[in-house]
Nanobody
Framework: QVELAESGGGSVQAGGSLRLSCGAS????????VAWFRQAPGKEREEVTY????????GYADSVKGRFTISQDIAKNTVHLHMNSLRPEDTAMYYCAAHDFCSTNWKEFTYWGQGTQVTVSS
């Protein structure tokens, strides 16, 4: 049974930082793609960033480039999302997801965590 679990969400003021973590059981992250998605109330779920583990390829949404960084800890089977210079528009539920290949379409991803809330106040 595969389980993904996010942690690290919280409330910060604009300009602050948070680090989200996604751990997995029953699944080895190094085999495929891990992505972070977010969804704000009334909005579509959008991909924030991904890392394709075999080739260490990463990608970022334009809205977070230069502020967010995805990284992996192979030994701990964990992926982190480092978020700096947070803005109120970053407020959303953040989810990690895993699949054999990367896609911007969240429906392509097989495994999901339960989400962690990030709230940024102005």
């Amino acid at each position: 049974q595969v389980e993904l679990a996010e942690s690290g969400g919280g409330s910060v003021q604009a300009g602050g930082s948070l680090r989200l973590s996604c751990g997995a059981s029953g699944y080895t992250f190094g085999r495929g793609c891990v992505a972070w998605f977010r969804q704000a109330p009334g909005k579509e779920r959008e991909e924030v960033t991904y890392i394709y583990m075999p080739g260490q390829t990463t990608g970022y949404a334009d809205s977070v480039k230069g502020r967010f960084t995805i990284s992996q800890d192979i030994a701990k089977n964990t992926v982190h999302l480092h978020m700096n210079s947070l803005r109120p528009e970053d407020t959303a539920m953040y989810y990690c997801a895993a699949h054999d290949f990367c896609s911007t379409n969240w429906k392509e991803f097989t495994y999901w965590g339960q989400g962690t809330q990030v709230t940024v106040s102005s």
